[in-house]
């Protein structure tokens, strides 16, 4: 009800107006945008949706089998 109420709004407008309130919804898009750059995640979210989110972006890592050779762990190789 109400978007047909706004389309018929909207076809009443001249340019100007409707490119005023297309500045309006962009600005209304960025608002979440910012508001999750002021607070970090890690810092709203509960503990159960960080371990959540943290599984989540492990899961996109590439999958692979290799890994560093037993050298590399074997401290005097950092020394050499």
């Excluded at 371990?51 to 590439?62: G, I, K």
Aim: no cysteine; charged share 30%; aromatic share 8%.
């Amino acid at each position: 009800m109400l978007r047909e109420e706004l389309k018929k709004e909207l076809d009443k407008l001249n340019d100007e107006q409707l490119k005023q309130i297309a500045d309006f919804i962009a600005l209304v898009e960025q608002q979440p945008q910012q508001i999750t750059r002021s607070q970090p995640f890690w810092q709203t979210a509960i503990p159960l949706d960080r371990a959540t989110e943290f599984q989540r972006w492990v899961s996109q890592l590439p999958k692979s089998n290799s890994s560093l050779n037993d050298s590399a762990f074997n401290r005097d190789s950092i020394y050499e």
